[in-house]
């Protein structure tokens, strides 16, 4: 006769198991009425005879027997009450919560946003899940497996995740400038819409954490600017209108631009006093020229040239000399130095060079 097998038990070292299949001992898997089951918190414990679930026990010590078998006594047609070993496969199942699990889009969401358009977005975070029904998770998932860990099901879940966060975002028609302010509602939306797709495989969505939801670049550069804006307010008008007079000062320096920007500054006076702000600022502008060509005027008669004719001092700008009526002569400049000299000078005044 065989030996029976004594005690039944996972001491569960690991931090990824889900499922452990027990190894019997040299291929023998008797089990009778002097065997022991221990199965320790968070765990359940599955047998199954000849491909069936005989029964399912949760945490506590148990001692094999007729009276905790009534379903493997019916299947197995047992007529002597253990006193025969039968053979089973005894599954652990860890019933823990496994936490830290990622997810995140590997391509951006599409999403109408009401105030840019269509527009790509972009999320990551974490969940958290257990199994729930042992039985169900039996039949749907590992079958008769002799291990399974999470990493053989975390993709899976992490693309029912952003399949379900997806539909949230559509169905929810909020704009992109709200999606960091409404993580936790989408948290809830979320785990309410896909628990029911964990439930059907035995497991429970136990936490869900939208850690970030990001939008392209462009687009965040449109909401930088347009809190840029927001924050200037009422104060815009009155920065336009200081522009336009700073505009106004530089066209009335440059003579042949200040009548453009004067046309220009009356079709843009739409606004309190901004047509006056434009003419002041001509005005006051264009008046600092006239007072410099007054001075230079008066450097340049003072420091004109005498007529040949009639002797009288003429301004250097002047071509007829206003005594006599001659025409003055052009004025040349000196090709060693540069300084401007009189058409009649036959050496320069400056560096003494023959003209």
């Excluded at 997806?166 to 992109?176: L, M, N, P, R, V």
């Excluded at 924050?231 to 200040?258: F, R, S, W, Y």
């Excluded at 008046?287 to 420091?303: I, L, R, V, W, Y």
Aim: charged share 20%; proline share 4%.
């Amino acid at each position: 006769m065989a030996l029976f097998l004594k005690i039944i038990e996972w001491a569960d070292d690991s931090k990824n198991t889900l499922v452990f299949k027990y190894p019997f001992k040299d291929k023998g898997r008797e089990v009778n009425q002097k065997s022991k089951l221990i199965v320790r918190e968070s765990q359940q414990a599955i047998f199954v005879h000849k491909g069936q679930i005989c029964d399912i026990f949760p945490a506590g010590t148990y001692d094999l027997n007729t009276q905790i078998f009534p379903i493997l006594s019916k299947l197995a047609g047992w007529k002597y009450g253990f006193q025969t070993p039968i053979m089973v496969d005894v599954y652990f199942i860890n019933t823990k919560q496994f936490t830290g699990c990622k997810w995140g889009t590997a391509n951006p969401i599409m999403m109408r946003d009401p105030e840019f358009g269509m527009i790509r977005v972009k999320g990551y975070g974490s969940y958290a899940f257990k199994v729930d029904d042992a039985g169900v998770f039996l039949k749907e998932l590992f079958g008769t497996n002799s291990s399974f860990i999470t990493s053989d099901i975390t993709d899976w879940l992490k693309t029912m995740l952003v399949s379900a966060l997806t539909d949230a975002i559509g169905e929810s028609k909020i704009s992109a400038l709200d999606l960091a302010g409404n993580t936790t509602e989408f948290n809830e939306i979320v785990t309410a819409n896909i628990q029911n797709k964990f439930k059907d495989i035995g497991l429970k969505l136990t936490n869900l954490f939208i850690e970030n939801m990001s939008v392209p670049a462009e687009v965040e550069k449109a909401i930088d600017e347009r809190s840029r804006l927001g924050i200037l307010g009422d104060k815009t008008d009155v920065m336009m209108k200081v522009a336009a007079a700073e505009a106004m000062k530089d066209a009335a320096n440059n003579p042949g631009m200040g009548g453009t920007f004067m046309g220009a500054g009356v079709g843009l006076g739409a606004g309190v006093g901004i047509g006056s702000i434009f003419a002041d600022a001509f005005k006051s502008a264009n008046s600092q020229p006239e007072n410099k060509t007054a001075a230079g005027s008066g450097g340049a008669h003072s420091a004109g040239v005498k007529c040949p004719q009639c002797g009288a001092e003429v301004s250097s700008k002047a071509k007829f000399c206003p005594e006599c009526g001659n025409k003055m002569p052009s004025a040349k400049f000196c090709p060693e130095c540069g300084a401007k000299v009189s058409s009649s000078a036959k050496f320069c005044p400056e560096c003494g060079k023959k003209l």
